[in-house]
C-alpha cells in the first residue's frame, strides 16, 4: 500500500502541472488569436519623404495678384477622423504646403487659383503600429503616392459675411481637384470660410505679411479612391471626415522663414 | 487563507484596478503612450489668434466648429496598441493573465484536495 500510496504521490506531484500546462494551452490560443486580431500587420512600408517640395504660383501672374503661401510645422492643418463600428481613429498633420491666389480687391474671396500639397508620412494617429499601416501599399501606399493633392479651379457661391477696417470674411464652396492613392476626383467643398486679414501688429504675432485664415469640413470615401480593405467598413469607415485649417501669409517665404518659431528638435521616432 | 484563495482575490484587485485604469485614461481601443510623431503635427495656437479671428466674424455661427483632437498622452487600451512590451499592456492582456494564473491556481487547487481525499479513504 505504501509502494502504491508512493505512486500516486508521484503521479499527482506530476499531475498539477499538467493541469495547469493544459489550462495554458485552452487559453493561449484565445489570447494569441486576440492579439493577433489587434495587432493585425499589412506588409511593412517602405518610409515614404516627411516632406515635399512646395508648390509655386505660376510665373506668370495678373499685376497685383496677391500670392498667400501655407504656413506649416505649426498648429494642426488637417484632422480626420474615421468612425467605424469596432474604432473610432483620429489623427493629424501640420505638413500641408502649397498657396493661394486671392481674387480681386472687392472679392479676394473669389481665389483665382490655390494649390495644396498634403505629405501622406506626415499624417500621424499616436499609434505607431497604426500609422505604419496607413501608410502602406495596403492603405494610403505612401511609397507609390506620396501626397494627396488639391488644385482649386475656382469658388463658388461667395457670401460676404463681415466687413472690418482691417479684415473681410466669406463663405463660399471650393471648387477643384482632389488626388489620393493616384486618384484623381473633381470635388466641391461647401461651407469653406475665408478671413483676409490686413497685417497689424497683432497679425504679426501670427506670421508676416497679411495673412488668410481659410477652415473648411468635408468628407471623403476611401472607396472613391481605390481603396479597399478588408477592414472597411468594421474598423475603418469608408468615409472619413476631414477638418482643415490653414493659415497662409503673402509674406516671402524667406521673410515667414525668418519668422518662423524655433523647430522642435528631431525625434528618434521620426519616420 | 490558502495560496490559490489568495490568488484569485489578487486577480481580482488587479483586473479592477485595469478596468479603472482603462476609464480614466478614456476607454480607448488601443493602449498608446506619448507619441513624438503626434507631438510634431501639432502646436499650441499663437496667443490671440483666437481673439483676433472671433474678431472678423471667421468664428461665428455653427461652421466655425471646433475641430476634432488627438492628444499625445497615455491611454491604457481595452486591447494591445503593438508589439512591443509598453504597447501590450491593456485590459485584455491583464485579464488574461488573471485568468490564466487563477485558472491554473483553481485547478491545481482542486486535484490537491481530490488526492488528499483519496488519501484519506484509503488510510480508513
Redesign the interface.
Given at each position: 500500500?505504501t509502494a502504491s500510496?508512493r505512486c500516486?504521490r508521484r503521479s499527482?506531484s506530476l499531475?498539477?502541472p499538467r493541469?495547469?500546462i493544459?489550462?495554458?494551452a485552452g487559453?493561449l490560443p484565445?489570447?494569441v488569436l486576440?492579439?493577433a486580431?489587434?495587432?493585425a500587420a499589412d506588409p511593412p512600408a517602405t518610409k515614404p519623404p516627411a516632406s515635399c517640395a512646395e508648390p509655386q504660383p505660376p510665373q506668370s501672374l495678373p499685376e497685383g495678384t496677391i500670392v498667400y503661401r501655407t504656413l506649416s510645422g505649426?498648429?494642426?492643418q488637417v484632422?480626420f477622423?474615421s468612425a467605424a463600428p469596432?474604432?473610432?481613429i483620429?489623427?493629424?498633420?501640420?505638413?500641408i504646403v502649397g498657396f493661394a491666389l486671392a481674387g480681386p480687391a472687392d472679392e479676394p474671396a473669389r481665389l483665382a487659383g490655390a494649390t495644396w500639397v498634403l505629405p501622406v508620412a506626415?499624417?500621424?494617429?499616436?499609434?505607431?503600429?497604426?500609422?505604419e499601416h496607413m501608410i502602406s501599399s495596403a492603405w494610403l501606399d505612401a511609397g507609390a503616392h506620396p501626397d494627396i493633392r488639391f488644385e482649386l479651379t475656382r469658388v463658388d457661391a461667395i457670401r460676404e459675411?463681415?466687413r472690418?477696417e482691417d479684415?473681410t470674411?466669406w463663405?463660399g464652396t471650393l471648387v477643384g481637384r482632389m488626388t489620393l492613392h493616384g486618384v484623381s476626383r473633381e470635388m466641391q467643398v461647401p461651407?469653406a470660410?475665408f478671413?483676409f486679414?490686413k497685417e497689424s501688429a497683432?497679425?504679426r504675432?501670427?506670421a508676416p505679411g497679411n495673412l488668410l485664415?481659410l477652415?473648411c469640413?468635408y468628407a471623403i470615401k476611401l472607396s472613391d479612391f481605390g481603396i479597399r480593405h478588408a477592414d472597411v467598413p468594421g474598423k475603418v469607415s469608408d468615409s472619413v471626415?476631414l477638418?482643415q485649417?490653414l493659415r497662409l501669409s503673402s509674406a516671402t517665404p524667406d521673410a515667414i522663414r525668418k519668422a518662423a518659431?524655433a523647430p522642435?528638435p528631431p525625434?528618434?521616432?521620426?519616420? | 487563507m490558502t495560496v490559490a484563495r489568495s490568488l484569485h482575490v489578487i486577480g481580482a484587485a488587479v483586473v479592477a484596478a485595469a478596468m479603472l485604469l482603462w476609464v480614466a485614461t478614456g476607454s480607448e481601443g488601443f493602449t498608446r503612450w506619448p507619441n513624438e510623431r503626434l507631438e510634431r503635427s501639432d502646436a499650441p495656437i499663437t496667443p490671440g489668434e483666437s481673439d483676433l479671428l472671433a474678431e472678423a466674424g471667421f468664428t461665428d455661427e455653427a461652421i466655425a466648429s471646433p475641430m476634432p483632437n488627438i492628444e499625445s498622452r497615455f491611454a491604457f487600451g481595452l486591447v494591445p496598441g503593438g508589439p512591443d512590451p509598453r504597447h501590450l499592456l491593456s485590459l485584455a492582456t491583464t485579464i488574461l493573465l488573471v485568468a490564466v494564473l487563477s485558472g491554473s491556481a483553481l485547478l491545481w487547487s482542486r486535484r490537491r484536495g481530490a488526492h488528499a481525499a483519496l488519501t484519506t479513504s484509503r488510510a480508513l
Open positions: 500500500m500510496l500516486d499527482h499531475g498539477a493541469l495547469a493544459a489550462s495554458l487559453l484565445v489570447a486576440a492579439t486580431a489587434a495587432l505649426r498648429e494642426a484632422t477622423t469596432l474604432e473610432r483620429v489623427g493629424k498633420s501640420n505638413g506626415t499624417l500621424a494617429t499616436g499609434l505607431p503600429l497604426r500609422d459675411l463681415k472690418g479684415f470674411t463663405s461651407d470660410r478671413s486679414l497683432r497679425t504675432a501670427i485664415f477652415k469640413d471626415s477638418s485649417m518659431p522642435s525625434s528618434a521616432t521620426a519616420p | -
